[in-house]
């Protein structure tokens, strides 16, 4: 069997939408013989280039046709691929907790991995290292409320979307709450204790 068809059989074992890297299959091949059978690949249409050494085989819609992972699906696979923690900053968890409309169009994620930056269509995903504390969130909303609040300031955060964000904490699981409000200042831990 050619290396082409061992890669592809390989590939098509996954479930559409499966973020893989070109790093997945050395050992088994030689890295300048992975680059150019996902070279031929992509120029067959098997399989889709999002960035450099990162492909998937998208999921494809009846309706709206190739459906590729989000530049948000690409660093939870690198986090996951590199074992590290990855949490969003700032204005991007200002955006995900629906406390602002502005999408940010570079994605910044704290972690616990190697800091670098990764090109995703017009996007950019950036790692930024983090000190231990800042990772140690218990709660996902709660560790996002603690990023999004600190790069709002308290000045910037109005009774509107206090009470937004006071209904999301609800949601939270009562324990990883009791245990982020520790890592919060105190007047995030204030709005945390009324969601509590």
């Given at each position: 069997?050619?290396?082409?068809?061992?890669?592809?059989?390989?590939?098509?074992r996954?479930k559409?939408?499966?973020?893989f890297?070109?790093?997945?299959?050395?050992?088994?091949?030689?890295?300048?013989?992975?680059?150019?059978?996902?070279?031929?690949?992509?120029?067959?249409?098997?399989i889709?280039?999002i960035?450099?050494g990162i492909?998937?085989?998208?999921v494809?819609?009846?309706?709206?046709g190739?459906?590729?992972p989000?530049a948000?699906?690409?660093?939870?696979?690198?986090?996951?691929r590199?074992?590290?923690?990855?949490?969003?900053?700032g204005?991007?968890a200002?955006?995900?907790l629906?406390?602002?409309?502005?999408?940010?169009?570079?994605?910044?994620?704290?972690?616990d991995?190697?800091?670098?930056?990764i090109?995703?269509?017009?996007?950019?995903?950036?790692?930024?290292?983090a000190?231990?504390?800042?990772?140690?969130?218990?709660?996902?909303l709660?560790?996002?409320?603690?990023?999004?609040?600190?790069s709002l300031?308290?000045?910037?955060?109005?009774?509107?979307?206090?009470?937004q964000?006071?209904g999301l904490?609800?949601?939270?699981k009562?324990?990883?709450?009791?245990?982020?409000?520790?890592?919060?200042?105190?007047?995030?831990?204030?709005?945390?204790?009324?969601?509590?």
């Open positions: 069997m050619s290396i082409e068809k061992a890669i592809l059989n390989k590939l098509n996954t559409r939408g499966t973020i890297f070109t790093q997945d299959f050395v050992g088994d091949y030689t890295q300048v013989t992975i680059r150019k059978v996902f070279q031929r690949l992509v120029e067959k249409g098997k889709k280039r960035a450099n492909y998937v085989r998208p494809i819609s009846k309706l709206i190739e459906i590729t989000t948000e699906d690409v660093a939870k696979a690198i986090a996951q590199d074992k590290a923690t990855i949490i969003p900053s204005a991007m200002l955006n995900l629906g406390l602002s409309t502005q999408v940010p169009l570079n994605i910044v994620y704290l972690t991995g190697s800091p670098r930056s090109k995703v269509g017009k996007r950019i995903i950036k790692f930024k290292k000190a231990p504390k800042k990772l140690s969130s218990k709660g996902t709660s560790g996002m409320a603690i990023l999004a609040l600190q300031g308290k000045a910037n955060l109005d009774d509107e979307r206090k009470q964000l006071i904490l609800k949601k939270e009562k324990s990883h709450l009791e245990h982020d409000i520790k890592l919060a200042p105190e007047w995030i831990a204030e709005i945390f204790k009324q969601a509590l």
